[in-house]
């Protein structure tokens, strides 16, 4: 499986971004999926992530309410829906597959993105 992840950017505080993730592959439908981000000197840590079928999700507690995952497996496509950024979300964000859903640990992912970068500025 190889991911593509696009999307990032500058944004100001308060505002949003839309990052997607298109997915390689026919077992893409079959995978959970999810998002991770990076900040300078920072450990990897989980964000988002969405079961195979899209009818269930969860997020990191510094971000609920503000992110939303969702996925098109039509279009072998995940995105991150993020509203109302704030400067302590700027960070390197990735885009994972087959991950572990419930435990949200960086060691548990079989593929990453190569990562886009978001900064928010205050």
């Known amino acids: 499986v190889q991911l593509q992840a696009s999307g990032g950017g500058l944004v100001q505080a308060g505002g949003s971004l839309r990052l997607s993730c298109v997915a390689s592959?026919?077992?893409?439908?079959?995978?959970?999926m999810g998002w991770f981000r990076q900040a300078p000197g920072k450990e990897r840590e989980f964000v988002s992530a969405?079961?195979?079928?899209?009818?269930?999700?969860r997020s990191a507690d510094s971000v609920k309410g503000r992110f939303t995952i969702s996925r098109d497996n039509a279009k072998n496509t995940v995105f991150l829906q993020m509203n109302n950024l704030k400067p302590e979300d700027t960070a390197v964000y990735y885009c994972?597959?087959?991950?572990?859903?419930?435990?949200?640990?960086?060691?548990?992912?079989?593929?990453w993105g190569q990562g886009t970068l978001v900064t928010v500025s205050s």
């Open positions: 994972a597959a087959d991950l572990n859903y419930y435990s949200g640990s960086y060691r548990d992912v079989s593929y």
């Open positions: 592959g026919r077992t893409f439908s079959s995978y959970v």
């Open positions: 969405i079961h195979w079928s899209g009818g269930r999700t």
